[in-house]
């Protein structure tokens, strides 16, 4: 029997058939499923070899129906997909090239190949290394081919949520660990994560490093000693794994957990860890900081800022947490690019418990995402208020995510604006603009006095686009002497505002709205990310604008 087909393996070969299939004019659904059944595959702990020879159902993952079920069965069975073969067959040779890095996407560097005289991804390579790509196609093209060529690498903070739960009742149920945490950058929620951590008990390390070569059907292993080992996973992160024993449990959790710079400061109070480890027994971290007078340390703070002061005068923010959420800012409806009703979208919220929301369709210049019309948002604003004389418990706000356009200037009349509760005004477009043209586009918009919350301030997407430039400091000034708030959107392929930049607003005492920016009633949930940003920025709920009941929020949006 041939050897075992790692998930990694099987993952490779469904993606890469969406990509060739994107070659192929194909229906652009079909491969977005192969996409995701990929992304499930890789995430699995379970052996996807195993599972197709134990003939077990694999339609009740997520993302994986019949046709991607009996796509599976083929390659485990066959160690080929007929389809992909026949693809490959009528592939020219540089598209057989691109085709080894499922992430490139083929037209566009078919594009670079031609323009560049280039027919290999060697000379792809080459050609990003010299910074010839970011000369002739910018920084974007850049960006793209760099994560298209990296094979191992880093993953979003919510996608390593699945793993971190699979890869933890792996290590207990298979491995033989009677304990294991996740520790790390994981623990402290940082939002792009290249490595997992975790710290286990066991009585038998080298037991538990053979298993987890197995874990995903087959994970390889770059570096093993008697306390830890260290794995590369099928779904792009590093594994590492660490030993530790109940007596210090509480004290290897606060050596795994805490960035360098805390662990620093950290031992400039209690001295060496490595010694204490040595000598002490510290089963609990609340053990470890209390014999050192300190209160304890959230691990979403431990980044060395003031974190280890503030706990030793017990002077430490009280983080926010979802149950202080209130309501959400910012959402869509079937208004522009949204799925649901603005009905829909209010009686879901009302079984979160939420006593208000606000509803910002897309404005009019946007017309890619249905940017609603100057007339169609006046008739929203009296469907909303028939609404809210209909609906009890839970009151509608009238809103607009409102482009801030090149010259500063918002996408509605005052006229219009005046009729609304609050607006989020965002940034859609020219993200080339210069930093000081960029800020200053900002300050403008900030100075117009209905504008109320700055939407997604950078405009980053993590992993796929950095955002654009802006002079945080100073929109954060000008923020706070004109009445206006800034936004943690909870998307988490945005997560922007950067916990550091709600650090420094928050600071200069902006108030911030942690909204999910929802497209549908689904997308509710993800609040829970933006929560995270917001501890990890130290956020108390007085610091956070949909903690204010109803009444203290009207009152703030008035300027
Ligand atoms: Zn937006
Ligand atoms: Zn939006």
Not at 142 to 155: D, F, N, S, Y
Not at 209 to 238: H, I, K, Q, V
Not at 530 to 550: D, F, K, T, W
Request: hydrophobic content about 40%.
């Amino acid at each position: 029997m041939s050897k075992v087909l790692s998930n990694g393996d099987i993952a490779d070969r469904l993606s890469t058939l969406a990509q060739l299939m994107s070659m192929e004019k194909a229906n652009p659904y079909k491969i977005k499923a192969y996409r995701r059944a990929a992304n499930t595959i890789r995430g699995l702990g379970e052996s996807v070899d195993e599972l197709v020879r134990a003939k077990a159902d694999l339609t009740v993952y997520s993302g994986i129906g019949e046709a991607i079920n009996a796509a599976i069965r083929e390659i485990v069975l066959t160690g080929t997909l007929a389809s992909l073969e026949k693809l490959r067959s009528n592939a020219s040779p540089e598209l057989i090239a691109i085709s080894a890095y499922p992430r490139l996407d083929p037209k566009r560097v078919l594009r670079i190949f031609k323009k560049l005289h280039i027919s290999s991804t060697e000379a792809l390579h080459q050609a990003l290394e010299s910074g010839e790509i970011e000369r002739t196609f910018g920084s974007r093209m850049t960006a793209h081919v760099r994560q298209g060529l990296v094979q191992v690498g880093a993953i979003l903070l919510y996608h390593a949520h699945d793993l971190v739960l699979s890869i933890e009742s792996y290590l207990r149920n298979r491995a033989g660990a009677t304990q294991a945490e996740a520790v790390g950058d994981y623990r402290r929620r940082v939002e792009v994560i290249e490595e997992i951590s975790f710290l286990v008990e066991t009585g038998d390390f080298a037991r538990l490093t053979a298993a987890m070569e197995g874990y995903g059907g087959r994970t390889s292993l770059l570096e093993s000693a008697s306390d830890s080992a260290l794995f590369a996973l099928s779904s792009g992160p590093l594994l590492k794994i660490n030993l530790a024993d109940k007596r210090n449990w509480g004290l290897s959790l606060i050596r795994r957990t805490g960035s360098k710079a805390h662990l620093k400061k950290l031992a400039a109070v209690t001295g060496s860890l490595t010694a204490l480890e040595a000598k002490g027994s510290f089963a609990t971290e609340q053990s470890f900081y209390g014999s050192f007078r300190m209160t304890f340390i959230e691990p979403e703070l431990r980044e060395g800022f003031e974190e280890i002061r503030q706990a030793r005068r017990g002077t430490l923010p009280v983080l926010v947490t979802q149950a202080d959420i209130r309501g959400d800012l910012h959402m869509h409806t079937k208004a522009s690019d949204g799925s649901h009703s603005i009905e829909q979208m209010a009686t879901t919220a009302q079984t979160l418990g939420y006593t208000y929301i606000g509803i910002s369709d897309h404005s009019q210049s946007l017309k890619i995402a249905g940017g609603v019309s100057e007339e169609a948002l006046w008739e929203q604003i009296r469907k909303i208020d028939l609404l809210n004389e209909q609906l009890g418990g839970i009151r509608i706000l009238k809103s607009a995510e409102v482009d801030i356009l090149a010259d500063g200037s918002l996408d509605y009349s005052d006229e219009l604006l005046r009729e609304l509760d609050y607006t989020v005004c965002s940034i859609h477009s020219r993200f080339a603009f210069e930093r000081e043209k960029q800020t200053e586009r900002i300050l403008r918009a900030m100075d117009n006095r209905f504008f109320t919350i700055l939407g997604h301030a950078t405009g980053r997407l993590l992993l796929k686009r950095p955002g654009y430039e802006i002079d945080m400091e100073r929109i954060a000034l000008h923020a706070k002497q004109t009445g206006s708030f800034f936004e943690i959107n909870s998307s988490p392929d945005r997560l922007d505002l950067s916990a550091e930049n709600a650090r420094t607003a928050a600071k200069l005492g902006v108030l911030i709205a942690v909204s999910t920016d929802a497209h549908s009633i689904h997308e509710f949930g993800t609040i829970r990310y933006g929560i995270e940003q917001a501890r990890r920025a130290g956020l108390e709920r007085s610091s956070v604008l949909n903690c204010q009941p109803l009444n203290a929020l009207i009152a703030l949006f008035k300027r």
